[in-house]
């Protein structure tokens, strides 16, 4: 059974930085797709950046440029880098997988993690 542990989230400044991670476990296929969501209080779960592979990423375009999404395969993490936060990205933010190439439709992905909370305040 998959499992998704996401790790990273706080308290962070407009401009600064933050870094969550995931760590997946029980994965059984080599192709999958590791994907980021958010969801902010009162709306629905939105994509932000998935991974393929090693190479294989998406973004939506509102964080274009300031987050970067990674993978570790020898540690079956994977991490989003984000950089000149601004307070329109605080939301809980979730790790999926989906056994595939993923999408930008939560629909697409069978396995969630809890998700943990950014905010983005001074």
């Known amino acids: 059974q998959v499992q998704l542990v996401e790790s990273g989230g706080g308290l962070a400044q407009p401009g600064g930085s933050a870094r969550l991670s995931c760590a997946a476990s029980?994965?059984?296929?080599?192709?999958?797709?590791l994907g980021w969501f958010r969801q902010a209080p009162g709306k629905e779960r939105k994509f932000v950046a998935s991974?393929?592979?090693?190479?294989?990423?998406r973004y939506v375009d509102s964080v274009k440029g300031r987050f970067t999404i990674s993978k570790d395969n020898a540690k079956n993490m994977v991490y989003l880098q984000m950089n000149s936060l601004k307070p329109e990205d605080t939301a809980v933010y979730y790790c999926?997988?989906?056994?595939?190439?993923?999408?930008?439709?939560?629909?697409?992905?069978?396995?969630w993690g809890q998700g943990t909370q950014v905010t983005v305040s001074s």
């Open positions: 029980g994965v059984t296929r080599i192709v999958y797709t």
């Open positions: 999926a997988l989906d056994y595939g190439l993923g999408s930008t439709s939560a629909g697409q992905y069978a396995y």
């Open positions: 991974i393929t592979g090693i190479r294989g990423t």
